[in-house]
């Protein structure tokens, strides 16, 4: 599992949609949902609904949201 690609999804969740996460991450739209579709595949669920109300994550998403911040944190406190 890439740490980059973790590190988009908890942006996606935190911002609600996939352009402005695109935009804070400074990465093409195309390419951070090609990375989160290469994420949900590799992981095997389905961490965000994609609706006209922008990107809402599933209860499993919500799941790995939850683990994949802590392992960010982790990683984070380590490079301190």
């Known amino acids: 599992m890439n740490i980059l690609h973790m590190k988009y999804a908890v ?3 935190r911002v609600g949609s996939l352009s402005q996460a695109a935009q804070n991450l400074i990465l093409a739209q ?3 949902s090609r ?3 290469e994420l949900e595949s590799e992981i095997g669920i389905k961490i965000f609904e994609r609706s006209t109300k922008g990107m ?3 209860p499993e998403g ?3 949201i939850g683990y994949a911040k802590e392992i ?3 990683i ?3 490079d301190k």
């Open 56 to 58: 809402l994550l599933t």
């Open 30 to 32: 195309p390419n951070l």
């Open 76 to 78: 984070d406190h380590v």
């Open 11 to 13: 942006e996606i969740a």
């Open 72 to 74: 960010l944190n982790h």
């Open 62 to 64: 919500e799941e790995f």
């Open 35 to 37: 990375s989160i579709k």
